[in-house]
């Protein structure tokens, strides 16, 4: 696992546990001898490793495309010099967001953030070396920093929360990723796969009110639009997808299991409060 203390290697340590988990420290992508040292006798690599701040990738490109995209290249040559497959974790920003409906796998990918730009370049890396699998995911959580841990400290700390009402998607627990990745190693996966929470599309601001309802918390939520979000943080932000919204068809179909992302958030936020 590259990546491995990241919230989806996290999740996967319980599932996997004779697996071997490189922190950035053991294993940082952009070095392709340290990666050919680490992936050399392998015969499976799970690609996690990703810088994943979207503000920081647009105001730092080049870092984001050292990580992202020549990672993913060190991580894909290595592993092909290894024979080894890979599994690599990619996101909803490789798309614009002005679909009227859920992105297939088969949509063209128009990335609108250096993050999406860098991210889509890892997913053609890891395509075009071998027989590997790329997973798209969206508005992860779990161990670690996180959109549901913040609301909630906020929250605790009784400052005002406006959160953004017009931008969708479905969050996904980084379990549930952990979780299809063990299930697609153990059938033959497709090249793409989309893999979110299921469950009925949500705002920013509705997973928010979800998360401080199931953790008992009654803090009114202020909706606000992206636009007006950016001018209150008086700073620049990346561009955001309005329509993070993924299918699911094709991870049903190989049946990856998928929790309802309503039931899995609140869970959360219950043992986050």
């Known amino acids: 696992m590259t990546g491995g203390d990241g919230q989806v290697g996290r999740a996967l340590r319980p599932l996997l546990p004779t697996a071997r988990y490189a922190t950035r420290v053991e294993l940082d992508v952009t070095d392709q001898a340290r990666a050919n040292d680490a992936i050399a006798g392998v015969d499976v690599v799970v690609h996690l490793a990703a810088m994943t701040d979207v503000d920081r990738c647009e105001r730092e490109p080049q870092l984001a495309e050292e990580v992202n995209g020549a ?94 009402d017009d931008q969708v998607g479905r969050p996904t627990a ?50 606000v639009s992206t636009i007006e979000y950016g001018r209150r943080m008086d700073s620049a932000l990346a561009q955001r997808p309005a329509n993070s919204l993924l299918s699911l068809d094709r991870a049903r179909g190989l049946g990856v299991p998928l929790s309802d992302w309503r039931t899995s958030a609140s869970a959360y936020a219950r043992g986050a409060a």
């Open 71 to 164: 990672g993913s290249r060190n991580v894909a040559a290595a592993a092909r010099a290894a024979g080894a497959r890979v599994i690599g974790v990619s996101t909803d920003y490789v798309f614009d967001g002005t679909a009227p409906g859920e992105y297939t796998e088969a949509d063209e990918p128009r990335p609108l953030s250096a993050y999406g730009r860098t991210k889509l370049a890892g997913e053609l890396a890891l395509l075009e070396a071998g027989d590997n699998t790329v997973i798209r995911t969206s508005w992860v959580y779990g161990d670690g920093r996180n959109f549901i841990r913040t609301i909630l400290r906020a929250a605790a700390a009784g400052r005002p929360l406006a959160v953004v």
């Open 174 to 223: 980084a379990d549930d990723v952990a979780r299809a990745i063990v299930h697609l190693l153990s059938i033959d996966p497709p090249r793409l796969v989309h893999v979110t929470g299921d469950g009925p599309p949500a705002s920013w601001a509705g997973v928010a009110e979800q998360s401080l309802a199931a953790a008992g918390l009654t803090v009114p939520v202020e909706h």
